[in-house]
Nanobody, 124 residues
C-alpha cells in the first residue's frame, strides 16, 4: 500500500524559495506517476505539477511554469517540488498524490493515494 508523506513547507517571504518533498514508505515506488496539488481556503483543489513513473515526462499548471520544477528520485522513494520566486498566491496546503495510470494525468480524480499535506505560506 502507498503511504505518502509531505514535508518542507513553511513560512517564507515573496520572492524566496522552498523545496517540498514527498516520500513513500511502500514498495514499488516507480510503479506510480506522482503529482502535486494545492488547496487554499475558499478555492478548489488545483493541479500544480505531475511527473511520470520514470521521471521522463512532466506537466505543469500555467501558474507553475517557469517557477516550479518537479523531480523524483526513485532510489530514494522521494519526489520533490522546487518552488522559486514564490508569490503570495502560492499560499496553500500542498498535497502529494500517486496514480496507477501509465499515461500522465492532471486530473485529481485519477489520483488514488494522497498525503496529509504540507502548508506553504508566502508573505508579501
Amino acid at each position: 500500500q502507498v503511504q505518502l508523506v509531505e514535508s518542507g513547507g513553511g513560512l517564507v517571504q515573496a520572492g524566496e524559495s522552498l523545496r517540498l518533498s514527498c516520500t513513500n514508505s511502500g514498495r514499488f515506488f516507480n510503479a506510480y506517476q506522482l503529482a502535486w496539488f494545492r488547496q487554499s481556503p475558499g478555492k478548489e483543489r488545483e493541479f500544480v505539477a505531475a511527473i511520470s513513473r520514470g521521471g521522463g515526462s512532466t506537466e505543469y499548471a500555467d501558474s507553475a511554469k517557469g517557477r516550479f520544477a518537479i523531480s523524483r528520485d526513485n532510489a530514494k522513494n522521494t519526489m520533490y517540488l522546487q518552488m522559486n520566486s514564490l508569490k503570495s498566491e502560492d499560499t496553500a496546503l500542498y498535497y502529494c498524490a500517486a496514480s496507477t495510470l501509465i499515461v500522465l494525468t492532471t486530473s485529481r480524480e485519477r489520483y488514488k493515494y494522497w498525503g496529509q499535506g504540507t502548508q506553504v505560506t508566502v508573505s508579501s
